[in-house]
Protein backbone atom coordinates (compact mmCIF):
# COMPACT_ATOMS: atom_id res chain seq x y z
CA UNK A 1 0.00 0.00 0.00
CA UNK A 2 1.15 2.82 -1.10
CA UNK A 3 1.22 4.58 2.50
CA UNK A 4 3.68 2.54 4.01
CA UNK A 5 6.15 2.55 0.83
CA UNK A 6 9.42 3.07 1.09
CA UNK A 7 10.47 6.46 1.33
CA UNK A 8 7.00 7.74 1.45
CA UNK A 9 7.11 7.74 4.75
CA UNK A 10 5.06 5.69 6.93
CA UNK A 11 1.36 6.19 8.61
CA UNK A 12 0.67 4.77 12.22
CA UNK A 13 -1.63 1.44 11.46
CA UNK A 14 -4.15 3.58 13.83
CA UNK A 15 -4.63 6.41 11.00
CA UNK A 16 -3.70 4.49 8.31
CA UNK A 17 -6.13 5.03 5.35
CA UNK A 18 -7.51 2.29 3.12
CA UNK A 19 -9.58 2.44 -0.08
CA UNK A 20 -12.52 4.60 0.79
CA UNK A 21 -12.18 4.44 4.54
CA UNK A 22 -10.99 6.98 7.05
CA UNK A 23 -10.75 5.81 10.51
CA UNK A 24 -11.99 7.59 13.24
CA UNK A 25 -8.85 8.28 14.95
CA UNK A 26 -8.70 10.70 12.55
CA UNK A 27 -11.38 12.54 13.72
CA UNK A 28 -11.96 11.29 17.96
CA UNK A 29 -8.21 11.21 18.98
CA UNK A 30 -6.35 13.95 21.24
CA UNK A 31 -2.83 12.93 19.65
CA UNK A 32 -3.54 13.26 16.31
CA UNK A 33 -5.05 16.75 16.74
CA UNK A 34 -1.47 17.24 18.17
CA UNK A 35 -0.37 16.75 15.17
CA UNK A 36 -2.44 18.75 13.16
CA UNK A 37 -2.04 21.50 15.39
CA UNK A 38 1.69 21.37 15.16
CA UNK A 39 2.05 19.84 11.77
CA UNK A 40 -0.54 21.24 9.46
CA UNK A 41 -1.69 24.26 10.89
CA UNK A 42 1.75 25.70 10.76
CA UNK A 43 3.05 24.60 7.50
CA UNK A 44 -0.06 24.88 5.05
CA UNK A 45 -1.24 28.74 3.92
CA UNK A 46 -4.41 29.81 5.70
CA UNK A 47 -6.71 32.00 4.92
CA UNK A 48 -6.53 35.01 7.60
CA UNK A 49 -8.94 37.70 6.91
CA UNK A 50 -10.39 39.38 3.76
CA UNK A 51 -8.59 42.41 2.76
CA UNK A 52 -10.98 44.64 3.47
CA UNK A 53 -10.86 44.16 6.71
CA UNK A 54 -7.94 45.74 7.26
CA UNK A 55 -8.35 48.57 4.42
CA UNK A 56 -7.83 51.72 6.35
CA UNK A 57 -4.23 52.69 7.00
CA UNK A 58 -3.72 51.80 10.61
CA UNK A 59 -6.18 49.14 11.02
CA UNK A 60 -5.08 45.79 12.30
CA UNK A 61 -6.55 42.36 12.88
CA UNK A 62 -5.55 39.59 14.85
CA UNK A 63 -5.45 36.15 13.82
CA UNK A 64 -5.86 33.24 16.10
CA UNK A 65 -5.05 29.51 14.54
CA UNK A 66 -4.35 26.83 17.30
CA UNK A 67 -3.17 29.20 20.11
CA UNK A 68 -0.75 30.90 17.79
CA UNK A 69 -1.88 34.97 17.51
CA UNK A 70 -1.14 36.96 14.68
CA UNK A 71 -1.05 40.63 14.24
CA UNK A 72 -2.36 41.64 10.45
CA UNK A 73 -1.57 45.17 10.01
CA UNK A 74 -2.00 47.82 7.17
CA UNK A 75 0.50 50.78 7.88
CA UNK A 76 0.65 54.37 7.10
CA UNK A 77 1.68 53.83 3.34
CA UNK A 78 -1.00 51.37 2.46
CA UNK A 79 1.29 48.08 2.71
CA UNK A 80 0.07 45.06 4.47
CA UNK A 81 2.32 43.75 7.07
CA UNK A 82 1.86 40.66 9.37
CA UNK A 83 3.88 39.94 12.27
CA UNK A 84 3.99 36.99 15.26
CA UNK A 85 2.11 39.23 18.16
CA UNK A 86 4.46 39.12 20.53
CA UNK A 87 6.34 41.58 22.25
CA UNK A 88 10.03 41.50 21.91
CA UNK A 89 10.32 42.41 25.87
CA UNK A 90 8.41 39.33 27.33
CA UNK A 91 6.45 38.14 24.88
CA UNK A 92 3.17 39.76 25.98
CA UNK A 93 0.64 40.47 23.20
CA UNK A 94 0.51 43.27 21.69
CA UNK A 95 -2.83 44.00 20.22
CA UNK A 96 -5.90 41.78 20.24
CA UNK A 97 -9.31 42.08 18.38
CA UNK A 98 -9.10 44.38 15.77
CA UNK A 99 -9.15 48.46 15.14
CA UNK A 100 -7.36 51.37 14.02
CA UNK A 101 -3.74 52.58 15.58
CA UNK A 102 -0.91 54.85 15.13
CA UNK A 103 1.31 52.31 16.76
CA UNK A 104 1.78 49.00 18.50
CA UNK A 105 2.25 49.85 22.02
CA UNK A 106 2.98 47.06 24.41
CA UNK A 107 -0.06 46.99 27.28
CA UNK A 108 2.73 45.83 29.58
CA UNK A 109 5.47 47.85 30.07
CA UNK A 110 5.11 50.27 26.89
CA UNK A 111 7.16 49.48 24.21
CA UNK A 112 6.03 51.15 21.46
CA UNK A 113 6.35 49.61 17.44
CA UNK A 114 6.04 51.49 14.55
CA UNK A 115 3.48 49.43 11.73
CA UNK A 116 5.87 48.69 9.89
CA UNK A 117 6.84 46.49 12.41
CA UNK A 118 10.84 48.91 13.43
CA UNK A 119 10.86 49.94 16.89
CA UNK A 120 9.54 52.81 18.13
CA UNK A 121 10.30 53.38 21.73
CA UNK A 122 11.57 51.70 24.73
CA UNK A 123 11.37 52.90 27.92
CA UNK A 124 14.70 53.37 30.07
CA UNK A 125 16.78 52.03 27.29
CA UNK A 126 20.49 51.78 29.06
CA UNK A 127 19.30 49.35 31.90
CA UNK A 128 19.32 46.86 28.99
CA UNK A 129 22.12 45.04 27.45
CA UNK A 130 23.58 46.26 23.72
CA UNK A 131 22.39 42.68 22.11
CA UNK A 132 18.81 43.11 23.78
CA UNK A 133 18.18 45.98 21.82
CA UNK A 134 20.51 45.41 18.84
CA UNK A 135 17.05 44.49 16.97
CA UNK A 136 13.81 44.48 18.33
CA UNK A 137 11.52 44.81 14.71
CA UNK A 138 8.56 42.89 15.54
CA UNK A 139 8.74 39.26 13.54
CA UNK A 140 7.63 38.72 10.59
CA UNK A 141 5.11 35.77 9.25
CA UNK A 142 4.77 34.79 5.31
CA UNK A 143 2.00 36.26 3.69
CA UNK A 144 0.26 36.28 0.33
CA UNK A 145 -3.14 37.70 -1.03
CA UNK A 146 -5.55 35.86 -3.63
CA UNK A 147 -8.83 36.17 -4.03
CA UNK A 148 -9.55 38.93 -1.91
CA UNK A 149 -7.81 37.04 1.61
CA UNK A 150 -4.53 37.40 2.56
CA UNK A 151 -3.17 34.30 3.44
CA UNK A 152 -0.38 33.13 6.33
CA UNK A 153 2.11 30.59 6.85
CA UNK A 154 3.59 29.81 9.94
CA UNK A 155 6.52 27.42 8.31
CA UNK A 156 10.48 28.29 8.03
CA UNK A 157 9.98 28.15 4.50
CA UNK A 158 6.93 27.88 2.74
CA UNK A 159 6.52 27.38 -0.79
CA UNK A 160 4.71 30.20 -2.78
CA UNK A 161 1.29 30.72 -2.31
CA UNK A 162 0.21 30.70 -5.83
CA UNK A 163 2.43 27.00 -6.08
CA UNK A 164 0.02 25.75 -2.88
CA UNK A 165 -3.14 27.41 -4.35
CA UNK A 166 -2.89 25.80 -7.81
CA UNK A 167 -4.68 24.63 -9.78
CA UNK A 168 -7.48 26.70 -7.41
CA UNK A 169 -7.07 30.62 -8.59
CA UNK A 170 -7.51 28.53 -12.36
CA UNK A 171 -11.08 27.38 -11.95
CA UNK A 172 -12.21 30.49 -9.65
CA UNK A 173 -10.89 33.08 -11.71
CA UNK A 174 -13.76 34.57 -13.51
CA UNK A 175 -16.27 34.28 -10.30
CA UNK A 176 -14.38 37.70 -9.14
CA UNK A 177 -14.08 36.39 -5.13
CA UNK A 178 -11.26 39.27 -5.04
CA UNK A 179 -14.49 41.86 -6.03
CA UNK A 180 -16.69 40.78 -3.36
CA UNK A 181 -17.21 41.92 -0.23
CA UNK A 182 -17.97 40.28 3.27
CA UNK A 183 -21.55 41.13 4.26
CA UNK A 184 -21.59 39.01 7.32
CA UNK A 185 -19.37 36.97 9.39
CA UNK A 186 -20.61 34.52 12.17
CA UNK A 187 -18.23 32.14 14.66
CA UNK A 188 -19.72 29.89 16.95
CA UNK A 189 -18.50 26.32 18.33
CA UNK A 190 -19.85 23.05 17.86
CA UNK A 191 -19.45 19.94 19.85
CA UNK A 192 -17.47 18.46 16.84
CA UNK A 193 -14.22 17.69 15.36
CA UNK A 194 -12.90 20.80 12.72
CA UNK A 195 -12.78 18.37 10.29
CA UNK A 196 -16.24 17.04 10.58
CA UNK A 197 -17.79 20.47 10.28
CA UNK A 198 -15.84 21.05 7.02
CA UNK A 199 -17.03 17.56 5.74
CA UNK A 200 -20.85 18.68 6.13
CA UNK A 201 -19.96 20.99 3.18
CA UNK A 202 -18.27 19.02 1.38
CA UNK A 203 -20.89 16.42 -0.64
CA UNK A 204 -24.30 16.81 -1.39
CA UNK A 205 -25.05 13.05 -0.98
CA UNK A 206 -26.43 14.17 2.16
CA UNK A 207 -28.40 17.07 0.68
CA UNK A 208 -31.90 14.81 0.04
CA UNK A 209 -32.10 13.08 3.33
CA UNK A 210 -30.56 16.35 5.44
CA UNK A 211 -32.60 19.21 3.38
CA UNK A 212 -35.55 17.21 1.78
CA UNK A 213 -36.97 20.78 1.54
CA UNK A 214 -34.54 21.07 -1.08
CA UNK A 215 -35.30 18.47 -3.39
CA UNK A 216 -39.28 19.32 -3.53
CA UNK A 217 -41.22 22.04 -4.84
CA UNK A 218 -42.83 23.15 -1.57
CA UNK A 219 -39.58 24.12 0.00
CA UNK A 220 -41.11 24.89 3.34
CA UNK A 221 -42.23 20.90 3.74
CA UNK A 222 -39.23 19.61 5.96
CA UNK A 223 -40.54 15.90 6.99
CA UNK A 224 -38.57 12.98 6.14
CA UNK A 225 -37.32 12.71 2.34
CA UNK A 226 -39.57 9.27 0.66
CA UNK A 227 -37.51 7.18 -1.49
CA UNK A 228 -38.86 8.48 -4.33
CA UNK A 229 -37.41 12.15 -3.58
CA UNK A 230 -34.22 10.30 -1.78
CA UNK A 231 -33.20 8.99 -5.41
CA UNK A 232 -34.90 12.35 -7.26
CA UNK A 233 -31.58 13.72 -6.88
CA UNK A 234 -28.63 15.20 -8.92
CA UNK A 235 -25.21 13.60 -9.28
CA UNK A 236 -22.74 15.22 -7.58
CA UNK A 237 -19.09 14.86 -8.06
CA UNK A 238 -15.95 14.80 -6.20
CA UNK A 239 -12.81 16.22 -8.60
CA UNK A 240 -9.09 16.18 -6.90
CA UNK A 241 -7.80 19.73 -7.78
CA UNK A 242 -4.10 19.08 -6.78
CA UNK A 243 -3.97 19.57 -2.42
CA UNK A 244 -7.95 20.76 -2.98
CA UNK A 245 -10.97 19.67 -4.58
CA UNK A 246 -14.51 20.43 -5.23
CA UNK A 247 -17.71 19.09 -5.35
CA UNK A 248 -20.52 19.69 -8.57
CA UNK A 249 -23.48 19.70 -9.35
CA UNK A 250 -24.46 17.69 -12.18
CA UNK A 251 -28.43 17.41 -12.62
CA UNK A 252 -29.67 14.33 -13.77
CA UNK A 253 -32.36 13.73 -16.58
CA UNK A 254 -35.55 14.40 -15.09
CA UNK A 255 -35.02 15.44 -11.76
CA UNK A 256 -36.20 18.25 -9.90
CA UNK A 257 -33.51 20.90 -11.59
CA UNK A 258 -32.52 24.20 -9.86
CA UNK A 259 -32.86 25.87 -13.17
CA UNK A 260 -36.29 25.19 -14.12
CA UNK A 261 -38.33 26.15 -16.97
CA UNK A 262 -41.13 26.96 -15.05
CA UNK A 263 -40.18 30.06 -13.65
CA UNK A 264 -42.72 30.78 -10.88
CA UNK A 265 -41.04 27.17 -9.43
CA UNK A 266 -37.38 29.14 -10.41
CA UNK A 267 -38.88 32.18 -8.43
CA UNK A 268 -39.93 29.83 -5.39
CA UNK A 269 -36.47 28.61 -5.40
CA UNK A 270 -34.41 31.71 -5.07
CA UNK A 271 -36.50 33.16 -2.68
CA UNK A 272 -35.75 30.07 -0.29
CA UNK A 273 -32.77 29.37 -1.08
CA UNK A 274 -31.96 33.41 -0.57
CA UNK A 275 -33.35 33.23 3.01
CA UNK A 276 -32.46 29.75 3.95
CA UNK A 277 -29.23 29.10 2.52
CA UNK A 278 -27.29 32.67 1.60
CA UNK A 279 -26.26 31.52 -2.17
CA UNK A 280 -27.82 33.62 -4.16
CA UNK A 281 -28.55 37.85 -3.25
CA UNK A 282 -31.20 40.07 -2.37
CA UNK A 283 -30.61 41.19 -6.00
CA UNK A 284 -32.26 38.03 -7.27
CA UNK A 285 -34.74 38.25 -4.86
CA UNK A 286 -36.27 40.83 -7.12
CA UNK A 287 -35.20 39.56 -9.78
CA UNK A 288 -36.93 36.76 -8.55
CA UNK A 289 -39.68 38.46 -8.14
CA UNK A 290 -40.48 39.83 -11.20
CA UNK A 291 -39.93 36.28 -12.80
CA UNK A 292 -43.54 34.90 -11.99
CA UNK A 293 -45.85 34.65 -14.54
CA UNK A 294 -43.69 35.26 -16.96
CA UNK A 295 -42.79 32.09 -19.88
CA UNK A 296 -39.09 31.15 -21.12
CA UNK A 297 -39.07 32.80 -24.77
CA UNK A 298 -39.04 29.87 -27.29
CA UNK A 299 -35.58 29.83 -28.48
CA UNK A 300 -33.85 29.91 -25.28
CA UNK A 301 -33.76 26.88 -22.03
CA UNK A 302 -34.85 28.19 -18.67
CA UNK A 303 -30.88 29.00 -17.51
CA UNK A 304 -29.89 30.87 -20.33
CA UNK A 305 -33.25 33.50 -19.85
CA UNK A 306 -32.72 33.57 -16.15
CA UNK A 307 -28.93 34.25 -16.84
CA UNK A 308 -29.66 37.17 -19.52
CA UNK A 309 -32.30 38.65 -17.33
CA UNK A 310 -30.07 37.90 -14.32
CA UNK A 311 -27.10 40.48 -16.28
CA UNK A 312 -29.40 42.79 -16.60
CA UNK A 313 -30.66 43.34 -13.69
CA UNK A 314 -26.97 43.03 -11.72
CA UNK A 315 -25.93 46.05 -14.09
CA UNK A 316 -28.93 47.99 -12.96
CA UNK A 317 -28.24 47.39 -9.57
CA UNK A 318 -25.11 49.23 -10.15
CA UNK A 319 -22.92 46.01 -10.01
CA UNK A 320 -20.18 45.74 -12.38
CA UNK A 321 -20.97 42.63 -13.85
CA UNK A 322 -18.89 40.42 -16.45
CA UNK A 323 -21.72 38.33 -18.10
CA UNK A 324 -20.60 34.53 -17.93
CA UNK A 325 -21.30 31.71 -20.78
CA UNK A 326 -22.90 28.69 -20.14
CA UNK A 327 -19.58 26.69 -20.23
CA UNK A 328 -17.84 29.44 -17.97
CA UNK A 329 -20.24 28.76 -15.40
CA UNK A 330 -19.80 25.14 -15.32
CA UNK A 331 -16.25 25.44 -15.28
CA UNK A 332 -16.50 27.44 -12.14
CA UNK A 333 -19.39 26.85 -9.89
CA UNK A 334 -18.95 24.42 -7.26
CA UNK A 335 -18.04 23.76 -3.55
CA UNK A 336 -14.36 23.92 -3.46
CA UNK A 337 -12.44 23.02 -0.66
CA UNK A 338 -9.36 25.34 -0.05
CA UNK A 339 -6.86 22.91 2.16
CA UNK A 340 -6.74 22.57 4.76
CA UNK A 341 -10.02 24.30 5.95
CA UNK A 342 -11.81 26.78 4.28
CA UNK A 343 -14.57 25.86 1.76
CA UNK A 344 -15.81 28.58 -0.67
CA UNK A 345 -19.10 27.49 -1.88
CA UNK A 346 -19.97 29.29 -5.57
CA UNK A 347 -23.80 28.06 -6.14
CA UNK A 348 -24.07 30.84 -8.46
CA UNK A 349 -21.79 33.75 -9.90
CA UNK A 350 -21.84 37.07 -7.58
CA UNK A 351 -22.38 35.48 -4.31
CA UNK A 352 -19.97 33.35 -2.17
CA UNK A 353 -20.77 30.96 0.99
CA UNK A 354 -17.55 30.88 2.73
CA UNK A 355 -17.11 28.05 5.88
CA UNK A 356 -13.90 28.14 8.10
CA UNK A 357 -13.16 25.51 10.68
CA UNK A 358 -10.16 25.40 13.68
CA UNK A 359 -9.74 23.32 16.28
CA UNK A 360 -10.74 24.42 19.39
CA UNK A 361 -7.76 23.94 22.46
CA UNK A 362 -6.52 20.71 22.28
CA UNK A 363 -10.38 18.85 22.47
CA UNK A 364 -10.86 16.84 19.47
CA UNK A 365 -14.65 16.84 19.55
CA UNK A 366 -14.86 21.02 19.22
CA UNK A 367 -14.46 22.97 16.53
CA UNK A 368 -14.85 26.98 16.18
CA UNK A 369 -16.95 27.15 13.17
CA UNK A 370 -16.92 30.56 10.97
CA UNK A 371 -19.29 31.25 8.21
CA UNK A 372 -19.50 34.26 6.10
CA UNK A 373 -20.88 35.52 2.81
CA UNK A 374 -19.47 37.44 0.31
CA UNK A 375 -20.92 39.29 -2.20
CA UNK A 376 -20.56 41.61 -5.73
CA UNK A 377 -21.09 44.94 -4.92
CA UNK A 378 -22.55 48.23 -6.28
CA UNK A 379 -19.67 50.29 -6.92
CA UNK A 380 -20.89 53.13 -4.40
CA UNK A 381 -20.58 50.62 -1.34
CA UNK A 382 -17.50 48.90 -2.60
CA UNK A 383 -15.35 51.72 -1.96
CA UNK A 384 -15.82 52.26 2.03
CA UNK A 385 -14.02 50.04 3.81
CA UNK A 386 -15.99 46.99 5.65
CA UNK A 387 -17.77 47.69 8.90
CA UNK A 388 -18.99 44.04 9.27
CA UNK A 389 -18.75 43.18 12.75
CA UNK A 390 -18.09 39.52 13.03
CA UNK A 391 -20.23 37.95 15.56
CA UNK A 392 -19.38 35.19 17.76
CA UNK A 393 -21.94 32.19 19.77
CA UNK A 394 -20.85 30.07 21.97
CA UNK A 395 -23.25 27.48 21.14
CA UNK A 396 -24.90 27.23 17.31
CA UNK A 397 -28.06 27.22 19.14
CA UNK A 398 -27.72 30.76 20.20
CA UNK A 399 -28.71 31.80 16.63
CA UNK A 400 -31.10 30.73 14.52
CA UNK A 401 -28.76 30.17 10.92
CA UNK A 402 -31.91 29.33 8.72
CA UNK A 403 -33.71 26.24 7.99
CA UNK A 404 -30.38 24.41 5.89
CA UNK A 405 -26.99 25.70 8.14
CA UNK A 406 -29.13 24.65 11.03
CA UNK A 407 -29.70 21.18 9.81
CA UNK A 408 -26.00 21.09 9.26
CA UNK A 409 -25.17 22.13 12.36
CA UNK A 410 -27.30 19.14 13.87
CA UNK A 411 -25.69 16.80 11.39
CA UNK A 412 -22.16 17.85 12.89
CA UNK A 413 -23.11 16.74 15.91
CA UNK A 414 -24.78 14.04 15.46
CA UNK A 415 -21.56 12.68 13.45
CA UNK A 416 -19.19 13.42 16.67
CA UNK A 417 -21.73 11.75 19.17
CA UNK A 418 -22.16 8.84 17.27
CA UNK A 419 -18.70 8.15 15.78
CA UNK A 420 -17.54 8.21 19.20
CA UNK A 421 -18.57 4.74 19.91
CA UNK A 422 -16.12 2.56 19.86
CA UNK A 423 -18.52 0.01 17.41
CA UNK A 424 -17.75 3.05 14.80
CA UNK A 425 -14.51 2.09 13.10
CA UNK A 426 -14.15 4.85 10.46
CA UNK A 427 -16.06 6.66 7.78
CA UNK A 428 -17.08 4.37 4.81
CA UNK A 429 -17.17 6.70 1.43
CA UNK A 430 -18.88 7.04 -1.33
CA UNK A 431 -16.18 6.84 -4.08
CA UNK A 432 -17.92 9.12 -6.51
CA UNK A 433 -19.92 11.54 -4.10
CA UNK A 434 -17.72 12.08 -1.04
CA UNK A 435 -14.04 12.02 -2.27
CA UNK A 436 -13.46 15.32 -0.92
CA UNK A 437 -13.16 14.20 2.37
CA UNK A 438 -11.15 11.19 1.19
CA UNK A 439 -8.36 13.52 -0.27
CA UNK A 440 -8.53 16.13 2.07
CA UNK A 441 -6.77 13.07 4.63
CA UNK A 442 -4.48 11.75 1.67
CA UNK A 443 -3.36 15.34 1.62
CA UNK A 444 -3.00 15.44 5.33
CA UNK A 445 -0.74 12.22 5.15
CA UNK A 446 1.81 14.87 3.51
CA UNK A 447 2.10 17.35 6.48
CA UNK A 448 1.57 14.90 9.35
CA UNK A 449 3.56 12.36 8.13
CA UNK A 450 5.68 12.56 5.06
CA UNK A 451 3.81 10.88 2.40
CA UNK A 452 3.98 12.38 -1.24
CA UNK A 453 1.42 14.69 -2.32
CA UNK A 454 -0.57 12.50 -3.92
CA UNK A 455 -0.81 12.70 -7.59
CA UNK A 456 -3.93 13.59 -8.80
CA UNK A 457 -5.48 14.32 -12.33
CA UNK A 458 -7.25 17.37 -12.59
CA UNK A 459 -10.38 17.15 -13.91
CA UNK A 460 -11.82 19.74 -16.17
S1 LIG B 1 6.27 42.82 27.75
FE1 LIG B 1 5.98 44.27 26.21
S2 LIG B 1 6.90 46.06 26.96
FE2 LIG B 1 7.27 44.58 28.48
FE1 LIG C 1 -26.00 20.42 4.14
Known amino acids: MRQSDGDHGVVPDVYRLSPAFIPRSRYHSADYLKLEREQLFTNTWLAACRMEEVENPGSFLEFDVTGRSILIVRDGDGE ?40 NYVLDPEQFTASCLDDLTLMKVPFGTWGGWIFINLGDDPEPLDEYLDPLPNFLELLELDKMR ?27 QSHPQLVRKDHERTNPPTLRELENRYAVEAQPLGRHSRWQFRPRPGSYSRLTDDLDLLANRIEYVARAGFTFMEQDVELADSLR ?66 PDGDDPESCLFETSVLQLQ ?51 INTVQEMMLYYAHETADHYLFGAPLPERKVVG
Open 293 to 358: GKQVPENMTGRQYFLSLRADHMRRSGIEWHELSEAELSRSEGNYLCYPNMIIDVVTQGVALIHRAF
Open 182 to 208: LRWSRTTRVRCNWKHSLDAFSEAYHVA
Open 378 to 428: PEETREHPSTVEPEFYDDWRDFDWGPILNQDFNNMEQMAAGGRSSAFLGHN
Open 80 to 119: LRVFHNTCRHRGTRLATGRGRTGKLICPFHGWRWNLDGSI
